[in-house]
């Protein structure tokens, strides 16, 4: 069955632009979950949607915001970039909200790299 | 103190050797218990998934959860080269929704 597919995989923003960043989860797959990553850091939760409606958000600004369609796909958005946004983005599906009955499945994740 | 740590090695063994990697915890309201996997350049990948104490085996792979010691642990038997790869613990609770509580990663070298 075909994976959990981000795109887009490479992306370079200058400072103060926005992005969004997309994400189609399993078929199946009604959680969402998204995730930054940088060599400091690791991975930091960013938030998860669940039937469209936002269960958890990590200790991020208000400039990372996100949605979930009602085919479950998801976006997030960054607005007004820093440089230190630069990080790997990583979105994660699950049959059910918390990933309890089969854990979460990645995606390769988004390369976004701010100058 | 993190609520999670993970020694980030990196860690180095021979080819054959087995593996040993652990995660220590803080909070004893935490149930859910995941090992994953990550190569370079992707996404990380579910290795083993236990609720509660116990142990759990997948091939060469055991995950053990010992809750009086808050502390659980990853076993690699027979390693191979291609087990090279940081390995990730993470955990959740009832009380905070589930949200996935991360060590930082092990990164492991097998040399062959």
């Known amino acids: 069955k075909a994976g959990v597919t981000q795109t887009p995989r490479y992306l370079i923003k200058t400072r103060g632009q926005q992005v969004t960043l997309s994400c189609s989860p399993i078929?199946?797959?009604?959680?969402v979950s998204w995730y930054q990553q940088t060599p400091g850091q690791g991975l930091q939760f960013l938030f998860e949607?669940?039937?469209?409606?936002?269960?958890n958000k990590g200790n991020f600004p208000g400039r990372f915001s996100g949605r979930q369609f009602s085919n479950s796909r998801s976006e997030m958005n960054v607005s007004t970039l820093e440089l230190g946004d630069s990080a790997l983005y990583l979105c994660?599906?699950?049959?059910?909200?918390?990933?309890?009955?089969?854990?979460?499945?990645f995606g390769s994740g988004t390369r976004l790299t701010v100058v | 103190q993190k609520e999670v740590e993970q020694d980030p090695g990196p860690l180095s063994v021979p080819e054959g050797a087995i593996v040993s990697l652990n995660c220590t915890y803080s909070?004893?309201?935490?149930?859910?218990f995941m090992w994953y996997r990550q190569y370079s350049r992707k996404g990380p990948e579910l290795l083993m998934y236990?609720?509660s104490s116990g142990n759990k085996e997948d091939g060469r792979f055991t995950a053990q959860v010992d809750k009086s010691s808050k502390y659980i642990s990853l076993f690699i038997r027979d390693s191979q080269p291609s087990d090279s790869a940081t390995y990730l613990c993470?955990?959740?609770?009832?009380?905070?929704?589930?949200?996935?509580?991360w060590g930082a990663g092990t990164k492991l070298i097998i040399k062959p």
């Open positions: 994660a599906s699950s049959l059910e909200y918390g990933g309890l009955v089969d854990g979460y499945t």
């Open positions: 078929s199946g797959h009604r959680s």
């Open positions: 949607y669940f039937s469209e409606t936002q269960r």
């Open positions: 909070n004893s309201a935490f149930q859910y």
């Open positions: 236990t609720y």
């Open positions: 993470a955990m959740s609770r009832i009380h905070s929704n589930y949200q996935l509580i």
